[in-house]
């Protein structure tokens, strides 16, 4: 009976002694596996990576935000599309749905741009010109209400009141309207006005088209060909 305790008892410890290091391997292959894994993993998102950074580079610089104007029009037209069926107003639906903010910052944005698109009449012209002066007006209290004093009633005047002509102007006043026509006429120097035509000048072309064609390669090329011009000209060329 000894006997056979002691043999199950080394039997055992055999067996204890092959398992642990089976299961340190098993370990080891289950953590490279786990590596090997984790490798191809990476090398795939990589590889996508490297595909989806190539194709961006090879699109237009604008790109995103075409497709983002894209996708507005295509959502644009199918809300349309979607009101139409409904029988309901488009512009109004797209209104209900603006925010105070998106509002408020639109509104913003106009006051930014500037409305001056050129010269359209008199009229706009003139108009321009009021909201420009307008603007720079920076009230004083202080000679509003000291004029305010000195007139009296005829502050607010009537169809009664006489004060033609009794308003003098102030130093500052008279300063800025100075200064605002010296502007303006600075301004009326810069225009550009079609050139007169000059009689003495030399002729070297056959209608107005040509004479525009060769003013430009004047101003292009003439201190390149000047000296062949020259040659030319004296009958000296080679």
């Known amino acids: 009976m000894a006997s056979c305790s002691e043999e199950s008892a080394t039997a055992t410890e055999q067996e204890t002694t092959e398992t642990i290091p089976?299961?340190?391997?098993?370990?080891?292959?289950?953590?490279?596996?786990?590596?090997?894994f984790k490798r191809n993993e990476a090398r795939k998102l990589n590889h996508q990576e490297v595909v989806e950074e190539d194709k961006r580079l090879k699109l237009p610089s604008n790109w995103e935000a075409k497709k983002a104007r894209l996708e507005w029009e295509l959502a644009d037209k199918l809300k349309k599309k979607e009101c139409a069926d409904k029988g309901e107003d488009y512009d109004r639906v797209k209104l209900l749905e603006i925010t105070a903010d998106d509002a408020e910052r639109w509104e913003r944005k106009k006051k930014k741009k500037n409305p001056d698109t050129g010269f359209a009449g008199y009229a706009e012209a003139q108009f321009r010109q009021y909201q420009r002066l307008t603007k720079q007006i920076r009230p004083d209290l202080d000679?509003?209400?000291?004029?305010?004093?000195?007139?009296?009633?005829?502050?607010?005047?009537?169809?009664?009141?006489?004060?033609?002509?009794?308003?003098?102007?102030?130093?500052?006043?008279?300063?800025?309207?100075?200064?605002?026509?010296?502007?303006?006429?600075?301004?009326?120097?810069?225009?550009?006005?079609?050139?007169?035509?000059?009689?003495?000048?030399?002729?070297?072309?056959?209608?107005?088209?040509?004479?525009?064609?060769?003013?430009?390669?004047?101003?292009?090329?003439?201190k390149y060909t000047a000296e062949i011009k020259q040659n030319l000209e004296r009958g000296t060329a080679v």
């Open 143 to 222: 000679s509003y209400e000291r004029q305010r004093e000195e007139c009296g009633e005829d502050f607010h005047p009537t169809s009664n009141s006489l004060i033609h002509g009794t308003h003098v102007p102030t130093k500052d006043g008279i300063d800025r309207m100075v200064e605002d026509v010296e502007k303006q006429i600075e301004k009326r120097a810069k225009y550009s006005r079609r050139r007169a035509y000059n009689d003495d000048a030399d002729i070297d072309y056959i209608n107005e088209r040509n004479a525009k064609f060769n003013k430009k390669a004047e101003r292009f090329y003439g």
């Open 22 to 36: 089976s299961q340190k391997r098993e370990d080891r292959l289950r953590k490279f596996r786990e590596l090997h």
